[in-house]
């Protein structure tokens, strides 16, 4: 049984940072790129992050580049996003997804969360202003 299990959210001031993981279990984690989307309350989830199995391809929103930053540990089978400069729009339900690519250098659908084929339960992140 494949699971995915986020943690480190809660609420943060703006300005400050949280470092969200999520760590996976029954699956090959080192065959799977590995994304972050977000939600909130009547709107779609949307993309974040995301990263191929080898770490050699990195993906971002435009709303979060430059702030957010993507990373794996295949031998502890854990992504990590790390959130900075946080602010209030940040605030949503996040969520960790796999999706089964061999390739390290090219991830185009790494955006469509219909490619993914698994989902984490989701972590909740509050920024206050």
């Known amino acids: 049984q494949v699971q995915l299990v986020e943690s480190g959210g809660g609420l943060v001031q703006a300005g400050g940072s949280l470092r969200l993981s999520c760590t996976s279990s029954?699956?090959?984690?080192?065959?799977?790129?590995m994304g972050w989307f977000r939600q909130v309350p009547g709107k779609e989830r949307e993309f974040v992050a995301g990263?191929?199995?080898?770490?050699?391809?990195?993906y971002y929103a435009d709303s979060v580049k430059g702030r957010f930053t993507i990373s794996r540990d295949n031998a502890r089978n854990t992504v990590y996003l790390q959130m900075n400069s946080l602010k209030p729009e940040d605030t949503a339900v996040y969520y960790c997804?796999?999706?089964?690519?061999?390739?390290?250098?090219?991830?185009?659908?790494?955006?469509?969360?219909?490619?993914?084929?698994?989902w984490g339960q989701g972590t909740q992140v509050t920024v206050s202003s």
């Open positions: 029954g699956l090959t984690f080192s065959a799977y790129a």
């Open positions: 990263i191929t199995w080898g770490g050699g391809s990195e």
């Open positions: 997804a796999a999706d089964w690519n061999p390739y390290d250098s090219s991830w185009p659908r790494h955006s469509d969360r219909n490619a993914y084929d698994y």
